[in-house]
């Protein structure tokens, strides 16, 4: 999780378009991926990398899913979660 001073600044950037849910989920990888840089410990830096590549897959999936039906025209039949 980020310190909150950084929370707070990236609160306060203004977006002209909602966050889709594969920006989420690239957020959380880059999270973790930090996280795992700042390990010392080899096995727990091993499952942060792990899960920041799982993130990085579910982001490529998200994008991939929002590609398709919009394509199809659908995109407003299935909104993202919030």
Request: with cysteine.
């Amino acid at each position: 999780m980020l310190p909150s001073r950084l929370r707070l600044q990236c609160r306060s950037v203004h977006m002209p378009f909602p966050m889709t849910l594969a920006d989420k989920y690239r957020i959380k990888a880059g999270e973790l991926a930090a996280l795992a840089k700042a390990q010392t410990d080899p096995f727990g830096k091993a499952e942060y990398e792990k899960l920041s590549m799982t993130y990085l897959r579910l982001a490529e999936q998200a994008a991939s899913r929002r590609e398709q039906t919009a394509k199809r025209g659908i995109s407003a039949a299935f909104p993202e979660p919030a």
